[in-house]
C-alpha cells in the first residue's frame, strides 16, 4: 500500500492540483496542439470568434482566469490563472474546455497540454513575448499588433 504521501502526490497529479506552497493565484503558461499539425482549424472562418466566445464563457463562470489567448492554425497558447475549487484544476478545466471546443466545432485535439508554472515577474514577462512573437517567427506576420487572432480579457486583437 502507498503511504499517505505518496496517495497524496498521485491524487494531486490526477486533477493536476499543485503542491500547496505554490501560490493559487499562479498563473500558467499553456500550449494546447490540434491533432492534425499544419492544417488551419483554429484560425479558419469564423472559428476564432466561437473559440473566444468559449474562453469569454469560461472566464465568467470562474473556471479560469486567462491574459491572454493567441490563436495559430493548428495550436494555442495561453497565461491562464485557474480556479482550485476542486474539480476545477488545470486538468479538470482544459480537458472540459477541450471536450466541448471539440464536440462544437469538430476540432480534435492532441491528447494532453503542456503547462508551466510561471514562477517570477521575469518568467512571465518571457512567456508573454513568447506568445506575442511567436506569428512573427513563424513568418505569417510582419509585426506582433498584425495578428489578429488574439484574446485578452474585454478585447479580441491588439
Known amino acids: 500500500m502507498l ?3 505518496r496517495q497524496e502526490r498521485d491524487a494531486r497529479g490526477r486533477g493536476h492540483i499543485p503542491p500547496d506552497w505554490v501560490d493559487t493565484n499562479a498563473t500558467y503558461f499553456i500550449t494546447i496542439n490540434c491533432k492534425q499539425r499544419g492544417k488551419a482549424q483554429l484560425t479558419a472562418d469564423d472559428m476564432p470568434q466561437k473559440i473566444f466566445d468559449s474562453v469569454q464563457f469560461y472566464q465568467d463562470s470562474r473556471h479560469w482566469w486567462p491574459e491572454i489567448f ?14 482550485w475549487d476542486q474539480k476545477k484544476g488545470i486538468n479538470s478545466v482544459l480537458s472540459s474546455w477541450k471536450r466541448f471546443i471539440a464536440r462544437k ?3 480534435e485535439w492532441q491528447i494532453d497540454y503542456f503547462d508551466h508554472r510561471i514562477r517570477n515577474e521575469s518568467d512571465h514577462e518571457d512567456k508573454w513575448d513568447y506568445i506575442r512573437q511567436n506569428p512573427v517567427r513563424e513568418g505569417l506576420v510582419e509585426s506582433y499588433d498584425q495578428w489578429p487572432h488574439v484574446w485578452r480579457p474585454g ?4
Open 155 to 158: 478585447a479580441i486583437g491588439w
Open 105 to 107: 466545432y469538430g476540432i
Open 70 to 83: 493567441l490563436l495559430r492554425p493548428d495550436h494555442l497558447h495561453a497565461l491562464i490563472s485557474f480556479s
Open 3 to 5: 503511504s499517505d504521501s
